[in-house]
């Protein structure tokens, strides 16, 4: 027994050894992959200025990277860069859609700094969707979670953006109150940037709620401290501030200069919309000094600068001016027309202001449908992990060599990710669903009426041409005919039975049974069983992996794809050998066709809407299509179909 016990020892202690070194080149390579991950995320930033497309490709394979090594910090900061970029791009709409993501995946990490960074982002997305009191709530959200756990670093401009929101519901005395605040915080950073942004913003604040002498010290604050910061953007929103400032206490001689220095800037920066802004003050100015011909090439030059901008807004105030001036000018019918177009422009501007508000309530609800959603999905994924936690801490109690307790505390793991991400994707799906409505009604409307002509072909015309057999049975039962002519009769009783069975094979190729009933990989492996019994071809169907069912609308789409393949080789491939190959996994499937016949050049495509149905629907389902086929050597056709896009 002691000599038992010392080899157990000892090679329990040479399997902690070599755990320990696995774990440690484990780490090494993921420390290497997060440096250069983090290079990868430097190199993007830097494109952002020139490359938006290029930097978005770099941050795609960032995640996918970080997803591969489990460097949580690595994902989320993809998703702060990415919707970063598509803010930079006006797609506030997609970056709404991955913050939400974020968020499910920050509210189940145990880092508070993620969280606030997530919900920061999502008030400033919803700010841009002029969804204002839903920014509001994620930002108060953020500053509770910053307040909590003493979150400074980034509390200034977490405010500064609540701020911000408050100022666009008009609700001035909050938005100043959280200016103020973000300055506090910002003070101690000794960030230059931030207090200026600010003090501009608090001017701007200052001129609307009408208290101009406290918008005009705030500006000029903003203006000191950016002749050391250099910042154009912010000199030129200082500068039409200050113009707007001394146009509200009616200053307009002293408005010029700001106008004219604001109007050079603007064109430097090719700021069309800023430009026909300055253009406008320096009409006004023109208009109360009586100058009417400068007045109107001023606002003429303005109303071309927001045409181009397509600022409804600018052009608006511009044909407001111009019709003013054509009064002064005494040419009523070059009024009337300015004024019909101004009018309309107002209107229109109204109503695109109801609309954002029914949005913003559409907005709220949906994203209160949704996260009441993920909530039920997260409270189902945190029982099962603390079953599976359980079972994996039991397997660990009772594991009596440190390899295989590594090994079983691993395989767990594995099975614990990929239930997370079997619960990611259905989040997903919920969320891509109402996206998928409108495409797959229209192949749905397809299906039924195949469905509708083959239950037709098969209960309707299947069922006269079985009685007109049972009939021509009787009869000839009851009738005397010669050797020639009861030849005649039963070849052509035998040739009814040809077209019933003909009639029902296209009744079934229209709608298989097996696809409703049993899925894809089924119905696919009938297909070829019912070729194998009317063609000489050799004909081998091979099924792989998951035989999770898909959607009825992809299996459908999947399934056709896979009888056009087919088709195609028995009429024109004159092969003796086919092949149909099904992998399936939890992310793809993929389906190979493959036959030994003639083939054909690649560069000369086969006239005929074949290949171009095979291709659109692949491309419907987000797939990647391979074609390779060499005249006499046969074809060979694979084609990948996403599992997230399909379900």
């Not at 038992?4 to 000892?10: A, I, S, T, Y």
């Not at 609309?355 to 039920?376: D, F, H, M, P, V």
């Not at 039924?448 to 083959?454: K, N, Q, V, Y």
Request: glycine share 6%.
């Amino acid at each position: 027994m002691p000599i038992l016990r010392k080899q157990l020892l000892r090679s329990f202690a040479t399997v902690c050894v070599v755990g320990c070194w696995l774990v440690s080149a484990a780490q090494s390579a993921q420390l290497a992959d997060t440096v250069q991950l983090l290079a990868d995320i430097k190199t993007a930033q830097g494109l952002e200025a020139t490359d938006l497309e290029g930097a978005k490709s770099i941050y795609r394979r960032v995640r996918q990277r970080s997803e591969q090594i489990g460097w949580r910090t690595g994902t989320f900061k993809y998703y702060a860069n990415y919707t970063a970029v598509l803010m930079m791009q006006s797609r506030a709409d997609s970056s709404l859609t991955l913050n939400l993501e974020a968020l499910a995946l920050a509210r189940r990490s145990s880092r508070p700094e993620e969280l606030m960074g997530v919900l920061t982002n999502l008030g400033r997305t919803y700010t841009a969707l002029d969804a204002h009191e839903q920014a509001i709530d994620h930002l108060l959200e953020a500053r509770q979670v910053a307040t909590q756990y003493q979150l400074t670093q980034q509390s200034g401009i977490l405010v500064d953006n609540l701020a911000l929101a408050y100022g666009a519901l008009r609700r001035f005395p909050e938005a100043i109150r959280y200016h103020h605040e973000a300055i506090s915080y910002f003070g101690p950073q000794q960030d230059t940037v931030g207090i200026a942004y600010s003090y501009s913003n608090l001017g701007i604040a200052f001129l609307r709620s009408q208290q101009y002498d406290s918008a005009s010290w705030y500006l000029q604050a903003a203006a000191t401290l950016n002749q050391r910061l250099n910042d154009s953007y912010l000199r030129l929103t200082i500068l039409l501030n200050e113009a707007s400032v001394l146009l509200m206490k009616k200053e307009y001689a002293a408005m010029r200069p700001l106008c004219e220095q604001a109007l050079a800037l603007a064109q430097q920066l090719a700021q069309g919309e800023r430009a026909s802004s300055a253009l406008f003050g320096l009409a006004l100015a023109d208009f109360f000094d009586r100058r009417f011909s400068s007045a109107t090439t001023h606002a003429r030059q303005g109303l071309q600068y927001a045409k181009e901008a397509s600022s409804k807004s600018g052009m608006q105030k511009h044909l407001e001016l111009l019709s003013e001036l054509a009064i002064v000018a005494n040419d009523l019918p070059l009024y009337d027309s300015l004024n019909r177009e101004s009018n309309a422009l107002s209107d229109s501007i109204n109503n695109e202001v109801i609309q954002k508000s029914s949005l913003g309530l559409q907005i709220r609800y949906e994203t209160s449908q949704q996260q009441l959603r993920i909530a039920s999905l997260e409270k189902d994924q945190a029982v099962k992990r603390q079953w599976n936690w359980l079972l994996a801490f039991a397997l660990a109690a009772a594991a009596i060599i440190g390899y295989l307790m590594y090994r079983m505390f691993k395989n767990r793991q594995q099975l614990a990710r990929q239930h997370a991400a079997l619960q990611q994707h259905r989040i997903e799906e919920l969320e891509q669903a109402q996206q998928l409505l409108a495409t797959q009604a229209l192949l749905k409307g397809q299906e039924e009426e195949r469905t509708r002509l083959a239950r037709d072909l098969h209960d309707g015309l299947g069922s006269m041409l079985s009685g007109v057999k049972l009939s021509l049975g009787a009869v000839k039962g009851n009738m005397l005919l010669t050797d020639e002519y009861a030849q005649l009769f039963g070849r052509a009783l035998d040739k009814l039975d040809e077209s019933i069975a003909e009639m029902r094979r296209v009744a079934h190729s229209m709608m298989p049974e097996a696809l409703l009933r049993l899925g894809l990989q089924q119905a696919i492996q009938d297909f070829c069983d019912g070729l194998k019994s009317i063609s000489p071809m050799k004909i081998s169907c091979q099924l792989y992996g998951d035989s999770k069912r898909l959607s009825a609308g992809a299996e459908i789409v999947i399934y056709r794809v896979v009888q056009e393949l087919v088709n195609n080789v028995l009429k024109h491939a004159e092969a003796t050998e086919l092949l149909v190959q099904v992998v399936q996994s939890a992310e793809q499937i993929s389906i190979t066709v493959e036959d030994n016949g003639r083939g054909f050049d690649q560069r000369i495509l086969p006239a005929g809407a074949g290949l171009q149905n095979v291709q659109s629907r692949v491309a419907y389902l987000n797939g990647q299509l391979e074609i390779k086929s060499l005249a006499g050597h046969g074809t060979f056709i694979h084609f990948d179909i996403p599992i997230e896009t399909s379900a």
